[in-house]
């Protein structure tokens, strides 16, 4: 076979694997958004079926064939060739060296965890989901020695979710990043400025809907190859061909709807702006997790907490609901919008605080994988740690160890992905703003055309072609660092606590 | 292999190629709901090779060997059993017999003569359409022969939309059924009766929605396992682990979205009603086309347009829009939602003259098999048989002979499931009301529920045990006649039109 033949029929075969992925993805946007409440047991078999396909999909036989051939003159490839290689190569290891038995273990491990999880966290019952922890810990060990990296099981599910990014260089990051959280966090909070906490009660969920469509279509987030919908969690699932995002409506929060919607189209708008035709194949798929948070982040906070924005949207937002905000100035606004409040939930935190959740589970995931904490002690250690870090104890365990999903579903190394993507978040902005620096003019006059095209053309174009590192590398010409992060956070927030600025 | 274990592997079978069906019924449900415009092309990818795994699953050639297995000694089998058997045995046939180039021909053509014919409907250009009518025409010829019907092509598409019902059977029945509702459909023409055309204009489409949600859950369609949203196109599909019906707001007709809602219920509560342990398999599974719309026929005209129901839901109405009936008397609303118009459409047709726009096109389906009629004279044909029928005739053809979806698909036969729906619903009412006299006192108090009960014990339950003539004589105790359903009519609409009971 020809190298270009060979070269797209492993394209097509990966093409094959992700639209029955794709399929499970929908199904689980509809479940998530559609499924009427008896209709679980159907969508259980519907996705165990489908699920053993895509599997028997990923580790085609024939998969392993073409990329054996292919890597025997490996150097005849032009440049997506080899990148398709080299990518196509890690997945398909990844998925042929977990045993099946592995996989279904696997699967319904996650699934009576989730569920064991569910309880345990309404119960505040640690106890009750401490077995299926240890399980989870015991399967993740295992999945690492698979690959071959049983020496550093913890370092294998970092770079899994974000590839290039090991447990150093991360933990140097988070120790730059601390240094500089920390004091931030206690001089907002010594701060005689307090935002306003009562304004937009009642905004009706109409007028919310027709304000995130609004902005999310101003954005560039496009609703011919995509939608919004409401479900119980905000998420985006989907690809570029068909991306579908959520957002939940809370009366407590009247704009966090908004802001949510605003960060799932975030990432929304990178799943749209990988390129098409490579849809499936590694050209056409994500760079990892911390690159796509980058990109909710950088449209949530960087771009939709900032004044630029609001001084397009603030009108519209007071002709849509004008009793909301009488009497309420736009600085008022402004700061409400910017409040910052240390909590013990990591997803109700603003974007200052919020790095100080990660940092806590980053080095009790640390811990673990390293043998230095039990599984018993656990809560304690959280409690500790959260009384260290945001000089808070939860009050029980749902609202402390137990507030995440992740650790059910066997999800460790994953949180990391979070701060990391507010560091890119900023390094990118930074540079942009540097290229550009009168692009927030064009936010005041409600068009982000210039930051959609900068991101699509250095960051979304390119797929997996780069790892996390060497993306931010090219992207920036700077290495990821902490330190656009924390100037941001000053920048911001020091002006609107720390001065007259408020 | 023991004949229980055989039974149970060959039903695990079935029921895995159900699974692939029913996640193909979903991903055509999310088009025609939720599809983003520009996201065809994927549906399309999606929906392809899901069809071709459950085109592999349904020919799975162990069916066919634990079908061989049991028909060894197929005495042995339970009822149950034996039921499966045949019904699998059909179906696995028919699934087989089917070479995979054929299938694959006929997926093709389907896709593209139907956007043929939306074009050429659009444009009122039957010459457009008329080659792919041709080639849909000599697809069907070869799928009959391949089933070894080649000498009777017609009957071929007509027993597998309603098994047991034949051409000569369904051509008396028709035959009976215009000598009693073209003179019914003349007398109300001429009647001094008009039914007022002006109610409702404006209904809001929220207080619709509330009024067609709370009358489907009176009926008995179970929203813990289903659900109603919008499509362009009213339907039911799914099962009965999970049924999705859909209905469209008409500002011109308010009460059509009503109508079309009950109706798509009575499909849906059928599939509800079957037996949720055999889905996937013979038992659980509809008994065919006609007995499927006499469910929704019933519950849609029967029920849904008689004066108990309406004793129960006109206050209802009146309370959800009060202007739209202001002025109207009990006795012109009733008139209104049994007004008869022959028309040339027959989507838009009333339940009397309904019955006339399909008789038009079995005696031109029977034509164009027989050879009797040619592709390129249909048009005219069409049009005569219109005005001698309806006594109309289409101002064009695309509110003629291109007006309806199915020949596009190559669904030929399926049209006389619809007379042969009104036929089966009218005698099964006749039978219900004979039992229980006072049964539409029930629907005066909004109790649906000893019809229902009725319905699951006589026909729902019985899944694909009896063919239809069977299934009618069961149920009713008499052979599948027009009798009742013209007695019904004459019943209902000469009280209306044709004395001083308007």
């Known amino acids: 076979m020809k190298h270009p033949d060979a070269v797209s029929n492993l394209a097509a ?113 640690f106890q009750r989901f401490a077995p299926y922890l240890e399980r989870q810990l015991a399967m993740a060990r295992r999945e690492a020695a698979y690959a071959g990296m049983q020496a550093r099981p913890y370092d294998y599910f970092l770079d899994h ?16 990043l601390r240094s500089g959280v920390v004091p931030l966090v206690q001089a907002i909070v010594a701060s005689p ?36 919908d409401v479900a119980a969690h905000p998420f985006c699932s989907g690809d570029a061909a068909d991306t579908r995002l959520t957002t939940r409506f809370k009366p407590e929060a009247p704009l966090s709807a908004l802001f949510s919607a605003i960060h799932e189209s975030g990432h929304g708008m990178y799943e749209q702006g990988l390129p098409l035709e490579h849809l499936g194949t590694p050209l056409g798929t994500h760079a990892g997790m911390a690159v796509h948070e980058s990109q ?67 080095a009790l995931e640390q811990q673990l994988f390293a043998g230095d904490l039990a599984v018993r002690d656990l809560p304690a250690a959280w409690n500790a740690a959260s009384a260290e870090m945001l000089g808070l104890t939860p009050g029980h365990a749902g609202e402390g160890v137990l507030q995440d999903v992740h650790w059910s579903r066997g999800k460790f190394g ?44 250095h960051v979304h174009v390119h797929g997996r072609r780069h790892d996390t590192p060497a993306l931010v590398r090219r992207a920036t010409g700077h290495e990821l660092s902490a330190a656009p992060l924390l100037r941001y956070l000053r920048e911001r ?4 606590y720390l001065s007259d600025g408020g």
């Open 296 to 362: 909710s982040r950088l449209w949530e906070n960087q771009v939709g907490r900032g004044r630029a924005f609001w001084r397009h949207f603030e009108p519209r937002l007071r002709a849509l609901f004008p009793e909301g905000l009488a009497g309420v100035s736009t600085a008022e606004l402004y700061l409400a919008i910017n409040a910052v409040r240390p909590g013990v939930i990591r997803v109700e935190a603003d974007e200052v605080t919020y790095n100080l959740h990660i940092l806590l589970r980053f």
């Open 414 to 457: 994953y949180f990391p992905s979070y701060c990391l993507g507010n560091m890119i978040a900023a390094q990118l902005w930074e540079t942009v703003r540097t290229a550009m620096p009168d692009l927030e003019d064009d936010f005041a006059r409600g068009d982000f055309t210039r930051l959609l095209s900068w991101l699509r053309n």
């Open 161 to 176: 979710y974000n590839p290039g990014m090991g447990e150093g260089t991360i933990t140097a990051l988070f120790a730059e």
């Open 13 to 125: 075969r990966l093409k094959r694997a992700h639209v029955l992925d794709s399929v499970l993805e929908l199904l689980d946007w509809d479940e998530q958004v559609n499924l009427p409440p008896d209709s679980g047991g159907r969508r259980a078999e519907q996705t165990a079926l489908l699920a053993g396909l895509a599997h028997e999909a990923a580790t085609d036989p024939q998969i392993g064939e073409l990329l054996a051939a292919l890597e025997v003159s490996a150097e005849l490839l032009d440049d997506d060739g080899r990148v398709l290689l080299r990518e196509a190569r890690r997945d398909y290891d990844k998925a042929t060296r977990l045993p099946t038995d592995f996989v279904t273990e696997k699967a319904a491990l996650d699934s009576e965890a989730f569920l064991v999880w569910q309880s345990a966290r309404a119960a505040a019952d």
């Open 193 to 228: 400025v307090v935002p306003r906490d009562d304004l937009l009660k009642g905004f009706p969920v109409a007028a919310q809907q027709a304000l995130l469509r609004e902005v999310t279509a101003a954005l560039g987030f496009d609703f011919r190859r995509g939608r919004i």
């Open 493 to 496: 927030y020091a002006a609107l």
